[in-house]
């Protein structure tokens, strides 16, 4: 017996897993450049949103065809990678089918089970590549998905594609073995709903092609899975890991809410305070933090997590009322260019061994002024994300900025501040004449 395919499965796995938790540090790494928040509390309530949003798909199924057949591939990711244990034992000590002597007929429900499942996937992956391709839905052709993100939705359909036919070939030339003269390795265990079917395309192969068939496709197979677990550093389906994180820190609170500013806070409360001494000597004298955000570091660490965690589904988009009448706002491109220039940010680090200033920043060179006014605050986005993405929260942190650091409002928003500095409401009408508002 050649230990060499054992020894070499082992090399392959140890990179894949070893490059997937260098990318994995490396995103870690960049979510925690945010500014801390707490996010600690309601342990049970959390857990309990996770499992319905992450685990459940609850809001997947709001559109329910399409959220069917997410649920279908979903499911299938989870329970056919369940094959992956056996897989891994089959490579590293070169056995074959491990676990069937040991699970008996539950083995051969498993084996059909997973076939099924890899047809359906076969058939909503058709269904989701046509919907993005041909049938023009206007959230997948919207300018903010055209160039990467459209070819990296695609590379991943193709992805799956691939895998599911290696693993019913897999199967089907492991069936065709198991009464041929290889039938002492090749044991009849399994059962094969779907991958019997394909066994006639190898009625006229020898014996011994047929094997280096089975033996090429397990291969491919094993190899396709490391790479996908490794892609998912380049692509949007990061969500696949990141969804569950994402919504157990999850805000609890009511969407849209505004938080207060501490320091603003404390100083309008000494402001009113008439015991209070501004030159005292016992006052805290603490630097004034930055108001509202111009750059990833100046957003949270959950913010940052949203930007890797979005799916660029574009739900968001589809129901934000200012993008749906035309304008420039998108709250899917606010997660995308947030993620794009966390990745920048990144990058300047690996290569400086800290962030060299680059004359860049969120506002402006990556979201414009105009896309953060265009925001209703309305809360849809929010709303309407399956996994808890909160684009407002990014929103209203820049404008806040725009507001209290660079007094950037527009004139609108100006004149109604003026109107409640001197008339005490935001209309432009002397507070002497309040009674006569009503008419």
């Given at each position: 017996?050649?230990?060499?395919?054992?020894?070499?499965?082992?090399?392959?796995?140890?990179?894949?897993?070893?490059?997937?938790v260098?990318?994995?540090?490396?995103?870690?790494r960049?979510?925690?450049?945010?500014?801390?928040?707490d996010?600690?509390?309601?342990k049970?309530?959390r857990?309990?949103?996770?499992?319905?949003l992450?685990?459940?798909q609850?809001?997947m199924?709001?559109?329910?065809?399409?959220?069917?057949?997410?649920l279908?591939?979903?499911?299938a990711?989870?329970?056919?990678n369940?094959?992956?244990?056996?897989?891994?034992?089959?490579?590293?000590?070169?056995?074959?089918?491990f676990?069937?002597?040991y699970?008996g007929?539950?083995?051969?429900?498993?084996?059909?089970?997973f076939?099924i499942?890899?047809?359906?996937v076969?058939i909503?992956?058709?269904?989701?590549?046509i919907?993005?391709n041909?049938?023009?839905?206007?959230?997948?052709?919207?300018?903010?998905?055209?160039?990467?993100?459209?070819?990296?939705?695609?590379?991943?359909?193709?992805?799956e594609?691939?895998?599911?036919?290696?693993?019913?070939?897999?199967?089907?030339?492991?069936f065709?073995?198991q009464?041929?003269?290889f039938?002492?390795?090749?044991?009849?265990?399994?059962?094969?709903?779907?991958?019997?079917?394909l066994?006639?395309i190898?009625?006229?192969?020898?014996?011994?092609?047929?094997?280096?068939?089975?033996?090429?496709?397990?291969?491919?197979?094993?190899?396709?899975i490391?790479?996908?677990?490794?892609?998912?550093?380049?692509s949007?389906?990061l969500?696949?890991?990141l969804?569950?994180?994402?919504?157990y820190?999850?805000?609890?609170?009511?969407?849209g809410?505004?938080?207060?500013?501490?320091?603003?806070?404390?100083?309008?409360?000494?402001?009113?305070?008439p015991?209070?001494?501004?030159?005292?000597?016992?006052?805290n004298?603490?630097?004034?933090?930055?108001?509202?955000?111009?750059d990833?570091?100046d957003?949270?660490?959950?913010?940052?997590?949203?930007?890797?965690?979005?799916?660029?589904?574009?739900?968001?988009?589809?129901e934000?009322?200012?993008?749906?009448?035309?304008?420039?706002?998108?709250?899917?491109?606010?997660?995308?260019?947030?993620?794009?220039?966390?990745?920048e940010?990144g990058?300047?680090?690996?290569?400086?061994?800290?962030?060299?200033?680059?004359?860049?920043?969120?506002?402006?060179?990556?979201?414009s002024?105009?896309?953060?006014?265009?925001?209703?605050?309305?809360n849809?986005?929010?709303?309407?994300?399956?996994?808890?993405?909160d684009?407002?929260s990014?929103?209203?942190?820049?404008?806040?900025?725009?507001?209290?650091?660079?007094?950037?409002?527009?004139?609108?928003?100006?004149?109604?501040?003026?109107?409640?500095?001197?008339?005490?409401?935001?209309?432009?009408?002397?507070?002497?004449?309040?009674?006569?508002?009503?008419?």
């Open positions: 017996m050649s230990f060499l395919p054992s020894i070499l499965f082992g090399f392959l796995l140890f990179l894949a897993i070893a490059l997937f260098f990318n994995c540090r490396k995103i870690y960049n979510i925690n450049l945010g500014k801390n928040i996010r600690s509390d309601n049970k309530v857990l309990l949103k996770m499992f319905r992450a685990f459940g609850s809001k199924l709001d559109k329910p065809v399409v959220g069917l057949l997410h279908i591939v979903y499911v990711f989870i329970l056919i369940v094959e992956l244990i056996e897989i891994i034992i089959d490579g590293l000590f070169g056995t074959h089918r676990l069937a002597p699970l007929g539950f083995y051969d429900f498993l084996i059909g089970f076939e499942l890899a047809f359906l076969v909503s992956v058709l269904i989701f590549w919907r993005r041909i049938l023009n839905i206007r959230r997948f052709i919207s300018n903010d998905l055209k160039g990467w993100p459209k070819t990296d939705a695609n590379y991943i359909l193709y992805i594609l691939v895998l599911m036919f290696l693993f019913l070939n897999m199967n089907a030339t492991d065709y073995l009464s041929s003269s039938s002492e390795y090749y044991k009849s265990y399994g059962y094969f709903p779907i991958s019997q079917y066994v006639p190898y009625s006229n192969f020898s014996d011994i092609s047929v094997m280096y068939v089975e033996r090429t496709s397990w291969w491919l197979h094993i190899i396709g490391l790479f996908f677990l490794n892609y998912l550093y380049y949007k389906h969500h696949i890991l969804a569950f994180p994402n919504t820190f999850s805000n609890l609170d009511k969407i809410k505004f938080d207060n500013l501490s320091s603003v806070f404390n100083e309008v409360k000494a402001m009113l305070d015991s209070h001494d501004p030159f005292s000597t016992n006052n004298q603490t630097e004034i933090e930055k108001f509202g955000a111009s990833v570091f957003l949270n660490w959950f913010q940052l997590l949203n930007a890797y965690t979005c799916t660029e589904c574009g739900r968001c988009s589809s934000c009322p200012a993008n749906e009448t035309g304008k420039l706002l998108s709250p899917r491109k606010i997660m995308m260019k947030t993620r794009d220039r966390l990745e940010v990058k300047n680090i690996d290569k400086n061994g800290k962030f060299i200033d680059d004359n860049k920043s969120l506002l402006n060179d990556y979201i002024k105009e896309e953060l006014w265009a925001c209703t605050t309305c849809a986005c929010v709303d309407s994300c399956p996994i808890g993405i684009p407002l990014i929103i209203l942190d820049m404008r806040r900025y725009l507001v209290m650091e660079q007094s950037a409002a527009p004139s609108e928003l100006n004149n109604m501040m003026n109107n409640l500095e001197n008339n005490g409401a935001p209309w432009p009408f002397n507070q002497l004449d309040r009674l006569n508002w009503k008419n």
